[in-house]
């Protein structure tokens, strides 16, 4: 089965409209606050531009220029070598139209090395320019990765082009770089169930998170308004629940509500998630599903509505917000859909995560329903929060059996914690507190930090968002580790995430705009000590790297590049 997608001249106009108005708000801000604050000259962040900012760096006269042959050496005893080799002949080749050939070390001037004295799992890595050569060494195929997205972002943004680039001088500066991530888990998410978003974007987001140095892409793919994964033993998902009938029109607090009446949706094929899969794994990010359930199902119960309390009828949802249909956890043939959903996700997916939602799942049809009582009653639960509880842990062991791992939303700690689940932080970090204390890995998320549907300039110079504030600073100065936790809790804090949610995110360059650069701030956050993070350098460097957004053909907010500018070299 293909993807389909129905899109209509109303919903066009406004993302055209969407757009312009990023990109004249943006770019007049820009021009004004610019010219009245340029960028300081900080060095060594002018000359060495790298998000996020490495470890260790020491700056060494000279540069390196690259010329033919550009021969490559390999060590075949690092393992996914051949990946890292491939992605920069891939990366560097179109533009610099140089071939990069395997050759023996002695002929090679850039150079891939296995050093076994390097972690091997989180992608350590030290990164060597010479005038006359260039080492990377790592324990693995990841480590090379990043040391080889570092060399990018040396290089002139030009590199970016897919075409050869003439006039061009090909050269990096001189460097000493040992480096590797802070935490395990560095991630960006994406909502594609309230908007749609076709595979080329997918891949392209997935390429600027490898570009970030993060390493999951988590993929929101199921809600109340849209199921987007193609399942084979049930193809109503898609056929009636991958599609709505109309689409709210504005804000969603805003009264009279006004529909668009036009029919809106899409899915990705198996064929289609596999290659993006393949896609993501060459590039050392891994996918994390989101299938929501108990709440959250209104797509699924229209396409089976047997699944829930009341048994219809439903609709996939047109509006945004929380609704009461639900999941009946009362009745086996809704577990009994779950694991047949989980079997085929877990095939497609070969990630350890999977995330199950577990958010804002009302319970005013459990407490009206005859066979969720019934289930209460029997598994001697006390109410219907641990009825919840009960629904999770026994999706914990359909994933268990095919040797994944539960991730849910933090309301999953309402009613007790399934045994090995992982917290995902989002109402503050509280939730990620509780959860460290009782010894359950947890990746934090609050939406006071890393919600990137917020608005991130005043509301009244921006296009429509779901509310909020959240300025780039605010994203930087962002501490992952509680400070409330103990030594030892503290180990179970596996990262970051950055979440966009697409409610009022038309296409894909309004997703650019509201995720970039807040996501590049993000990515220091997540992979830099903070003792070795700093503001004002943060700017200096993102100044030039904006240039390879802009290659990269990314909208990038740009409207108060200035004014963060001029405040930073104030202090």
Not at 77 to 83: A, D, F, I, Q, W
Not at 123 to 145: P, W
Not at 379 to 408: M, P, T, W
Not at 424 to 434: A, D, L, N, P
Request: hydrophobic share 40%; proline share 6%.
């Amino acid at each position: 089965m293909t993807k389909k997608r129905l899109n209509n001249s109303w919903k066009l106009l406004a993302a055209a409209l969407a757009v312009f108005s990023m990109a004249v708000l943006s770019d007049a801000a820009h021009q004004k606050e610019t010219a009245q604050a340029p960028v300081p000259a900080v060095a060594p962040e002018s000359r060495y531009p790298v998000i996020p900012k490495p470890q260790r760096l020491e700056a060494v006269p000279g540069e390196f220029v690259f010329s033919r042959p550009a021969n490559v050496y390999a060590d075949d005893r690092c393992p996914e070598v051949g990946l890292a080799v491939d992605f920069l002949r891939e990366r560097f080749g179109p533009s610099t139209d140089l071939t990069f050939p395997v050759t023996a070390r002695e002929l090679a001037t850039i150079l891939l090395v296995y050093d076994e004295s390097l972690d091997s799992t989180e992608g350590r890595y030290m990164l060597e320019v010479s005038t006359d050569r260039i080492e990377i060494r790592a324990a693995s195929g990841r480590g090379l990765f990043y040391g080889i997205q570092t060399l990018r972002q040396l290089l002139p943004a030009a590199v970016e082009s897919r075409a050869k680039v003439e006039g061009v001088t090909w050269s990096v500066p001189c460097v000493k770089i040992e480096d590797g991530p802070r935490f395990r888990y560095r991630g960006l998410h994406l909502d594609v169930c309230r908007h749609f978003f076709p595979v080329a974007f997918i891949k392209k987001y997935i390429d600027l998170i490898a570009f970030h140095k993060m390493n999951y892409f988590h993929w929101h793919l199921t809600d109340d308004q849209g199921w987007r994964i193609e399942i084979k033993k049930y193809p109503l998902l898609t056929k009636i629940g991958a599609y709505r009938d109309r689409t709210l029109v504005g804000h969603g607090g805003r009264l009279p509500e006004i529909y668009d009446g036009q029919r809106y949706g899409g899915f990705y094929s198996r064929k289609e998630i596999r290659e993006v899969v393949e896609y993501a794994r060459k590039r050392f990010v891994t996918i994390v599903p989101e299938i929501e359930m108990p709440g959250h199902a209104q797509a699924a119960l229209a396409s089976y509505p047997e699944l829930g309390c009341t048994g219809g009828p439903y609709k996939v949802a047109d509006k945004w917000g929380v609704f009461p249909e639900v999941f009946c956890a009362g009745q086996e043939k809704t577990f009994r859909f779950i694991e047949d959903v989980l079997d085929e996700v877990c095939r497609l997916f070969p990630g350890p995560f999977v995330h199950i939602g577990g958010d804002e799942c009302p319970k005013d049809r459990w407490k009206e329903c005859p066979r969720c009582q019934a289930r209460i009653k029997a598994e001697g639960l006390k109410d219907e929060n641990e009825l919840q509880s009960y629904f999770i842990r026994r999706v914990e062991k359909i994933l268990a059996k095919r040797d994944r791992r539960l991730i849910g939303w933090d309301e999953i700690l309402e009613g007790g914690l399934a045994p090995k689940a992982t917290v995902m932080s989002w109402r503050g970090i509280q939730g990620g507190i509780e959860a460290a204390r009782q010894k359950h890995d947890v990746i934090m998320t609050p939406n006071s930090n890393c919600y990137l549907d917020y608005y991130q300039a005043e509301a009244s110079t921006q296009p429509l968002a779901i509310g909020g504030f959240l300025p780039m600073k605010k994203v930087y100065e962002y501490e992952p580790v509680p400070a409330e936790l103990t030594g030892e809790e503290k180990k179970y804090i596996l990262g970051t995430q950055g979440n966009v949610w697409t409610e009022y995110i038309l296409n894909e360059k309004y997703v650019e705009y509201m995720a970039f650069p807040r996501a590049c701030a993000l990515a220091e956050v997540a992979w830099t000590e903070p003792s070795n993070k700093d503001w004002t350098g943060f700017l200096a460097r993102l100044e030039v790297f904006y240039k390879h957004l802009e290659a990269l053909d990314v909208n990038y907010f740009r409207g108060n590049r200035g004014a963060l500018v001029e405040s930073a070299a104030g202090k």
